[in-house]
Structures are given as C-alpha cells and as structure tokens.
C-alpha cells in the first residue's frame, strides 16, 4: 500500500497543528474522528464545514459520515459559542428542583431559546443533560465556573454582568 | 513492581503520613468545590504552615454528604466538619489538639451508621492524584496477587463466587460474563469500561473516577488477566473533564509504576488502557451502541447476538463493564468471594452506591448493602424531606426506571425487588420527590429526555417516544381525553415490546410505573383538568371545555 500523504492545512493557524497532532498520534486512523473533533471543537470553540472537510479527508472517511457524527452528538457545535456561556443543567434532580423555571426566565431575559446565543454574539445559553453535581441542584454554569442551590436573581445578576461589560 | 516493592511503598507512605500529628482531609468533590473548597484548602494551607503544627493538609474526592458541604475531616480524631469556609480555616487549625470547633461539627453519625463502605473505602481518605497513597490502602496488591497466585479461570472463579451482578443497572452476573469472554476464542481481546454516566440524577460513577481513579484501573486490569485481554478503554463523558484528568493522571502513573505496560510484575501479562471521550449522547450507555463510538463511529446500538463478549470492538471478543463493577472487583479479589456474597440480599449480594438527591435533607453520595429497606435510605441516611413536606415517591434507575410511591418504603433494594415494583435498580441515581412535584409532568421530562436522546435507528422508539410525548404534553395541558389515555397505555407496550435496544425498551417505564401508582393523578388532569401538585399550567382550558367534562366525568 502506498503511503498515505495527509491533506495540507486549511491555514496557517497553529490551532489546525494540534488537530493535525491528534490525528497523528492516532495513526491517521478512522477510529480517531471523534477525538479529532473534540481536539478541533476545544481549540476552535466550534466545527465548521472547512473543519469537519479537513478531519473527513486526512482520516480517509467519507464527509457525510463525517457530518454524520457530527450532528449525531449534543456536545458538537456547529455554529460558533457566544462571548460567555450560561449552561443549565436540565438533568432530573435540577427538574425537581425547578430549572424548568430558570430556563423559562434566561429564555426571556435574553430573548433567545435555548441553544441560541443573543444577537450581539455577547452570551449563549445552553442546556446540559446532568453535570453530576446533583446534590446541589439547581446547577448553572457560568463560563465553567459551576453555581449550586442557583436562584432566579442569581442567575439573572450574572447575566446582568455580563451585559454591561 | 513486585509485592515487596508495592508494600515498600505503602510503608514508606505510613512513616511519611506518621510525622504529622494531624491530617485535615479536604473534600474537593464537584458539590464542595462549587461551594468555596479550592479557597479553603489554600487557606487551610496557608494557616496550618504558620501555626508551626505537624498538620497535613490533603485534598480528597467526594466524603458524601453533599448537602453539609465544603467538607472537612480531621484526622486520626475523625471529626467532620461541615459548611466550611475559608475564614474558618484558622478556627480549626487552632483547635487541633484541643476541644473541636463545635459550632462547625456536623451531627451526621445516624447518616454513616448504616452505610457499609467497600466501593468508596479510599473516597474522603487519598488524594486521588497520587498513586502512592492508593498503595498504600492496599492498593494494587490484589492485582499482584492475581498474577503471581491466581490463574486466570481462578480469578473468573472468585468473581463469580462472589455473586456480583452488573453495576451499569442491568444486572447480568459479572462472572457468568467474565467467563464467556475467557472462553470465546481469538488472541486479541479488549476490556471496555463504561463511564458514560447519562442517567440524569446520577454522579456515582464521576465521584469514582474522579476520587479513586486507580480502583478502576486495577479492576480493569485484573479482569484483562482473567479474560485474556491487552487492550483496555475507558470510555467517559465529555461533559466530565475532572474525571478525564484524575484518569489520564492515573494512568500515567499506573505505567510509571510498571502496573501497566508489558510484563507487569515480571510476567508475561500486557495490559495498557486508553481514554475515549464521550461526546453527549445518552445511548452511548447501550453497550453496542458504546463500542460504535470508541469505534469512532455515530453511537447507534447493534442488535444482540451476537454479545460483545463473542464478538465487539472491532469484532473481537470484548468485556464490558460499568465503572462501579470494576470498583468492587479489587476488594473482591484481595478479601475472597465468600467474603462479599455474605453482604447484601439473596440474589443481589455485596453493596450499592446510590446517589441520593432531590427533595431530601442529606443530599450526596451513600453505599449501602443491598436488602436494605427504602425508608432506612430516606428517613435515617437522608434525614426525611425537608420543609414540611410529604414524600410522595423515589424514582430509580434515570430515564429507564420508575417511581416508587410513597407506600412501598418498605421495600428491600435489590435488583429483583426494585424489577418487581415496576422500576429497575439502574446505575443508582435515587430522586426523592415530595408533593410538589407533579408524576404526569415528570413523566413527561423523562420521555422528552428518551425523545431527544433517542438515535433514530429503529422505528419504535424514534416514533414510539414523540407520540407519547405528545400525548403526555396533551395531559399536561389540559387537553387529554380518556382515549389518549388508552392510547398512550398501548403505545407503552407497543414501544416496550419492539424497540431494538434498552433505550427503547425501557422508556416506557417512567410512564408505566407512574400510571401504575399515580393514576388518579392522571384523571385529574384528564376528567378534572387540574394538576394537584400545582405545577402543570391548565389556565384557559377548565372554563373553555366544560362540556368535556361533564362528559368524561
């Protein structure tokens, strides 16, 4: 077989060298897409159509089973994430705990659905599927950083904070 | 790495921990670090160094009880502090050697009393990071004494002795397991560890990861050498980055160790062991549907047979185990199988962790043996349900288990018992609700979570689980009539019946044991159109379609 001579880089944008490491530590092998796409995910904050072609054609995979994976995991986004990120967490003991309330008022606040982020790219507003920290329900987390026992003027405050920056 | 070598370095860790007069144990577990526990601990920190006091100051994984966190126990006296922050570091580096700082201590002896630790001996005493300190808690040494004293049909043996079932939820007999992997025939054969914890409610396997990392490698290890297998993965959710890192940690230093790599402890046996990531999809739980996405592939679940064990990863013969198996097995191995079928109920032996959350007081991490009666769990380990509020039901077992009602705590936990109340053991989440929460809208969350997380292959499931939801949407609102009733009741057993994986197959529970123990719930919102715990909004639809009631009623 002959050797296989991977696709350049989309750029020079170092970032595409530590996606191109992922895959090389791997072999190049298929079985590497979804940490290729988590490497790219985590250094781009997001997976765009020239992302996704590159990882698709330096693994040998065809590009809709590519897209497929893509689309088939919640934490592959498409689309890129908002200057900070609100998630809350949507698992059952926050339910219990009233999140639908929270999501319901971050929705109006913002004037986004969940999923979304707000016009001027400055907050996205995200839901998650239990962060395992259940014991401290309702939880939110706020740029990584994760509130417990979360109120409604809690939440709200935070996303004051983040609007007037 | 042979045992001398091992209990040199358990020995040298004792004399290194017996010059200090104290240890303080810093929980820095997900629910104490949100809480202020990184700030404490630096304090603590800095204090106990200018106090001039032999005081070691330790970070641990998760202690238990959550809900009185940031945790903090001093050691040899054992005294656990709860609620602390960082200004009171100094108040209780003072009081070493002295009365303990009273208004700090938390009253929670009746919280341990029933709780028997085997799962989580090491969680709250090590820090997960060092290798060194899991050794010495006997650490590795049953993996050794695999090696060098036991064959592997030995070790097959012992685990099936034993009597331990499944962890992940299903319950399948682990030796009966093991055995078939020993047995099917190839000379590549992988172990497969499932963390992809999505059972919303649940973290036991995250505090496990993330408290005592090495537990799980050495569990997997054994069972490579009891199975025949080279290549292990862990399989974790992304949504899990601490757990991914204390692995990654420990895995590196198993290998430094010469605990992984070739010729572990001077024998012939391979054992190495990567991380894949998860990337959020609650079917990735399905074992089939797991070894898809190690495979780098979409997380859609294969129909059985034939099993993994005959022919997964890549079509090799592959054993797959829930994270809190492979935590039972060192114990398991170093103390003999008699030793843990002697715990638990008749046919669930050995011990359980649960995490128990929602409307109870002491919220956290427990284990418990299994047998054990369902109000010993809420009213002694948990505290009751605060706030003057009534309990009205457990859910177990995540978006494929049910609701028990408020009139069964009397009911052992056992994988049968649990099976037989209408809803299964599960990997342990327990949510406690009161009369605040509405069973028709709980429902409803759980098949909306089965809905979205659904991956489409077959019909069923994909179609089955939007139709209820509609239906289960339709009562909520207000706008339900008995047929749909009769219809959802059948689509139950439609789904139940024909789904192509567990996901399917079990989605229907939540509705099932709901309608089972709650129906005049449901009739309320139906005939009456209203909701009795308040929660669904019906506003419009009581004055608009009066007619239908009389009718219905």
Redesign the interface.
Known sequence: MAAFTPPPLPSDDKRWKIVAGTMRKNGFARHALIETLHTVQSSFGYLDDDAIRFVARSLRIPLSQAYGVVTFYHYFSLKPPGKHTITLCAGTACYIKGTDKLIASAEKHLAVKSGQTTKDGQVSLMTARCVGACSRAPVMICDGEIGGEVTDEQMIAQLERWAVE | MTIEELEQIATSVQQENAKYDYEVNVCMD??C???GAGLLRDALVKIAEASGKKVLVRKTGCMGP??S?PLVRVDPDETLYGKVKAENAGAIINSLGDQPVAELQCDLNEHFEKQVRVVLENAGHIDPEKIDEYISRDGYKALLTALTEMTPNGVVHRITESGLRGRGGGGYPSGLKWGTVAKASGDLKYVVCNGD???????MD??VMEGDPHRVIEGMAIAAYAVGASKGFIYVR???PVAVSRLTTALREARRRGLLGSGICNTTFNFDIEI???????VCGEETALLA???????TPKPRPPYPAVSGLWGKPTLINNVETYANIAPIVRNGGKWFYNMGSERSKGTKVF?????IKN???IEVPLGIKLWEIIDVIGGGVPGGHKLKAI?TG?PSGGCIPANMMGLGVSYDALMAAGSIMGSG?M?V?DDT?CMVN?AR??VE?CMT?S?GKCIPCRAGTAQMYTLLTRFCEGTGTMDDLELLIELCDTVKETSLCGLGQTAPNPVLSTLKYFKNEYLEHIVHKRCPAGVCNMAGVTAAEPATVEVLA
Do not use: H, N
């Open positions: 997900l629910a670090a949100s809480q959550c809900s966190g914890e999505g059972d919303p409610g649940a973290f995250r505090s992304a949504e899990y894949r990531l998860g990337a959020g999809a609650f996405s190690i495979e780098g592939r979409r997380g995490a128990l959350t929602g409307r919220t956290g991490l859910q995540g989440g949510i609700m929460s709980v969350f759980f979570f997380e991956c």
